[in-house]
């Protein structure tokens, strides 16, 4: 039997429960209020449209939950109870997306007839539980700093004399330290497994957001206000860079101020303006044109090909980068809202693998110093652009007391995410597939692959393998 005592407490319990039960559907009834109304509080029909409302919302939801994320230490778990079950509200949109699909349904008679039956959108069927899985993985990796003593912060107000290494200008963050020797070669060896980690969770998340922007349909007051051709849009410097009869990319990077963020975005927003500008051409074009049309129409073609090479050649030495105009065009007029509740949720997970990745290094920058403070600075630590050759090893889960161990058979994020693999190879695909399917697959997505230095379109899958990844197949 249970004393008094014992059911005041059990009652106690159940009313907190019950009052945060509650809590929670204030709490959510006032955040899809909010998205109804269009972030118009006033009700007066001046609210944003409903795909704009969700992004600012997860966009938000984000920015408060992770805010800047200083170290590399385990989320505090209100705040990852509140991410998991407010994400979760905004998600549940998709669920109530669908296409129409044929289905078999046998009668009572024992005939068989034809329906159709409802079933969620194909992209977020597919997207949705990988950007899920990511997002489990990025908080996962953090939590794996829990009990980790091989390095530790020091406070930006502390004296000189205390503080610790400082890899960039960023001033306001605390600084690392590390043993006065460094980093033991078991806890190396886990951060650099840690590393690889993040960075094929921000390798998936940017290859999704890339694809999504990519489907979003162009806003014609975009298209309004750009320059007559691609010279007007580059300049005469950086047009005749790109249109020069020998062209070679990183040679081109090289001769650019990419000194500062405002200067790669510029040049961002330049080579965006001059594609779209180059591809409205060619498809403004008859295909019954004379000849000099034609050359001229493949020149521009070559033209647009080389610009998205340096467009992904940014991507990869810049992940950080912000939204260009394009991009924010897109989503401020964007009426999808499939695509408005992919977009931001890949690219605030991207934003926040990248944080991740910057603080990793932060730690790798004080061991490289601690174990050769003479070493140059340009020397001390790996590059923050991203590696599409990395992998990751299943052993990355593991603790910090123990060793990860790479193997010829580490996994890539494809296994850990459930994918199957297709044994069919790039050459296998291309001999196997005609003419007029490949002519398809071209005009629905309208994507590059990674040769950097030839000009194919492919699908979403192979949009994921020209991040690093293997082409994954959903299973059933």
């Known amino acids: 039997m249970t004393t008094m005592d014992e059911q005041d407490n059990i009652d106690d319990d159940q009313v907190s429960k019950i009052k945060e039960k509650h809590a929670e559907l204030e709490q959510m009834k006032e955040r899809y209020a909010k998205l109804l109304l269009g972030e118009d509080m006033s009700g007066g029909g001046k609210g944003v449209s409903s795909a704009l409302a969700l992004s600012?919302?997860?966009?938000?939801?984000?920015?408060?939950?992770?805010?800047?994320?200083?170290?590399?230490?385990?989320?505090?778990?209100?705040?990852?109870?509140?991410?998991?079950?407010?994400?979760?509200?905004l998600l549940s949109v998709t669920d109530c997306i669908v296409d129409f699909t044929p289905s078999q349904q046998t009668a009572k008679d024992?005939?068989?007839?034809?329906?159709?039956?409802?079933?969620?959108?194909?992209?977020?069927?597919i997207n949705i539980p990988a950007l899920k899985k990511l997002d489990a993985m990025l908080i996962g990796c953090l939590d794996n700093f829990k009990d980790q003593n091989q390095f530790w912060y020091v406070s930006k107000d502390a004296d000189e004399s205390e503080k610790g290494v400082q890899r960039s200008d960023k001033w306001w963050l605390p600084t690392v330290k590390v043993p006065p020797e460094g980093l033991s070669e078991e806890s190396r060896k886990w951060m650099q497994n840690q590393k690889d980690c993040v960075n094929q969770v921000l390798k998936a998340s940017m290859a999704i957001n890339a694809e999504i922007l990519a489907e979003i349909e162009i806003p014609e007051n975009y298209i309004d206000n750009l320059p007559k051709n691609g010279r007007e849009s580059l300049g005469d410097s950086i047009y005749k860079s790109i249109t020069v009869d020998f062209f070679d990319p990183m040679q081109f990077l090289s001769t650019m101020d990419l000194s500062s963020e405002l200067n790669v975005l510029d040049l961002k927003n330049k080579i965006e303006a001059s594609i779209v500008i180059w591809k409205r051409k060619m498809h403004q074009k008859d295909s019954k044109s004379s000849w000099s049309s034609t050359?001229?129409?493949?020149?521009?073609?070559?033209?647009?090909?080389?610009?998205?090479?340096?467009?992904?050649?940014?991507?990869?030495q810049f992940p950080g980068l912000p939204q260009s105009s394009l991009e924010i065009s897109k989503i401020e007029y964007n009426k999808d809202i499939g695509f408005a509740i992919l977009e931001s949720y890949s690219r605030v997970l991207e934003s926040l693998a990248n944080t991740v990745m910057n603080r990793i290094e932060d730690v790798l920058y004080a061991d490289n110093m601690a174990q050769d403070p003479s070493l140059p600075a340009n020397k001390r630590t790996t590059s923050s652009r991203v590696s599409l050759g990395a992998s990751i090893d299943p052993t990355s889960a593991q603790s910090p007391g123990h060793t990860p161990t790479g193997s010829p058979t580490s996994r890539t994020l494809s296994d850990f995410m459930g994918w199957s693999v297709e044994q069919d190879g790039p050459e296998t695909t291309k001999s196997n597939s005609s003419p007029k399917s490949e002519d398809t697959e071209n005009e629905k997505y309208q994507s590059k692959s990674a040769r950097i230095l030839s000009r194919t379109k492919n699908s979403y899958m192979e949009k994921l393998e020209a991040y690093g990844l293997r082409s994954p197949t959903v299973r059933h």
Not at 110 to 125: A, I, K, P, W
């Open 56 to 89: 600012n919302a997860i966009t938000n939801l984000a920015a408060s939950v992770f805010g800047e994320q200083n170290k590399l230490a385990p989320m505090p778990e209100d705040r990852k109870k509140r991410w998991r079950r407010e994400v979760s509200w």
């Open 110 to 125: 024992g005939s068989n007839m034809e329906v159709m039956t409802t079933q969620q959108r194909g992209d977020l069927r």
């Open 295 to 316: 050359v001229r129409l493949e020149k521009r073609e070559q033209f647009e090909d080389r610009a998205e090479t340096i467009l992904l050649l940014l991507k990869q």
